[in-house]
C-alpha cells in the first residue's frame, strides 16, 4: 500500500532555515500536503501543491517537488520559535473518497 | 479560508459512558469527512470515512457498533464512541474535504480529547 516516510526529529536555531523531507511510494498522488500540528490542537493545512509542479512558494514557506524521486520537502525561512510543532507530510489519492496517507511526523524544536 | 469546527474540544467521563463529537464544516460543503485517532506522540490512524447519505466505510480492526458515525447533512458528521472504557481515550480528529474530487485539500478540526476515567 501507500508510505510516506518522513525524519522524525529536526532541531535549528531561531533565525536559520529549517528543512523537512519526505518521500512517498504512491506515484498517482495528485496532490501533496503540508500540515502543522501545534501540542494539544488539531491539523493546520501549511500548504499544498499540485503533482504536476516543481515548486511552490508562499510567504516563508517554500515546497518543493521532485516527482521522478518521489521526495518533498518543505523549506522554512528564518524560522521562529512559533515554528516549533509537529510537521505532516501527506499525499491524496487521486479520487475524493480517498483518505489522505500521512507519514508519522517530523517534531521541530525551534532554539532561541 | 475553509474550517471545520469539532465539538467538544475535551471530554472526560465515566466508563460506560457514550460520547457524541460532533464536527462541522461552517464555511463549505464537505460530501466526505474523515475521522482519525491520534494516540500521544503517534501519527493520525484512520478510523473511518464518511459520506453524506451512506454508511460510512470503516478501516480494518475499527468497529463499528463501538464507532458510530453519522452524516447526516452535507455540513456535519458525528461520532459516538458508545460504552467507552479507558482504552478509548484518545485524541479524535474530524477533517472534511469539499466537492467529490481529490483536488480540494482536507482541513481539519482542532480535535477532541476523550478521556475515560
Known amino acids: 500500500g501507500e508510505d510516506v516516510e518522513q525524519s522524525l526529529f529536526l532541531s535549528v536555531r531561531e533565525g536559520d532555515s529549517s528543512v523537512i523531507n519526505c518521500t512517498y511510494t504512491d506515484s498517482s498522488s495528485t496532490y501533496l500536503y503540508w500540515y502543522k500540528q501545534e501540542p494539544g490542537a488539531g491539523l493546520q493545512l501549511l500548504t499544498y501543491?499540485?503533482?504536476?509542479?516543481d515548486m511552490k512558494q508562499d510567504q516563508r514557506l517554500t515546497v518543493l517537488l521532485n516527482k521522478k524521486d518521489k521526495h518533498l520537502s518543505l523549506r522554512i525561512a528564518d524560522t521562529q520559535t512559533g515554528d516549533s510543532a509537529i510537521y505532516f507530510c501527506?499525499?491524496?489519492?487521486?479520487?475524493?473518497?480517498?483518505?489522505?496517507?500521512f507519514g508519522k511526523g517530523t517534531r521541530l524544536s525551534v532554539i532561541a | 479560508g475553509a474550517v471545520v469546527s469539532q465539538h467538544p474540544s475535551r471530554v472526560i467521563c465515566k466508563s460506560g459512558t457514550s460520547v457524541k463529537i460532533e464536527c462541522r464544516s461552517l464555511?463549505?460543503?464537505?460530501?466526505?469527512m474523515f475521522w482519525y485517532r491520534q494516540f500521544p506522540k503517534k501519527s493520525l490512524m484512520l478510523m473511518a470515512t464518511?459520506?453524506?447519505?451512506?454508511?460510512?466505510?470503516?478501516e480494518q480492526g475499527v468497529e463499528k457498533d463501538k464507532f458510530l458515525i453519522n452524516h447526516a447533512s452535507l455540513t456535519l458528521s458525528t461520532l459516538t464512541v458508545t460504552s467507552a472504557h479507558p482504552e478509548d481515550s484518545s485524541f479524535y480528529i474530524c477533517?472534511?474535504?469539499?466537492?467529490?474530487?481529490?483536488?480540494?485539500?482536507?482541513?481539519f478540526g482542532d480535535g477532541t480529547r476523550l478521556s475515560i476515567l
Open positions: 464518511s459520506n453524506e447519505g451512506s454508511k460510512a466505510t470503516y
Open positions: 501543491i499540485f503533482s504536476n509542479m
Open positions: 501527506a499525499e491524496s489519492g487521486n479520487s475524493g473518497n480517498t483518505p489522505l496517507v
Open positions: 477533517s472534511a474535504r469539499a466537492g467529490g474530487s481529490s483536488n480540494q485539500p482536507q482541513h
Open positions: 464555511d463549505f460543503q464537505a460530501t466526505t
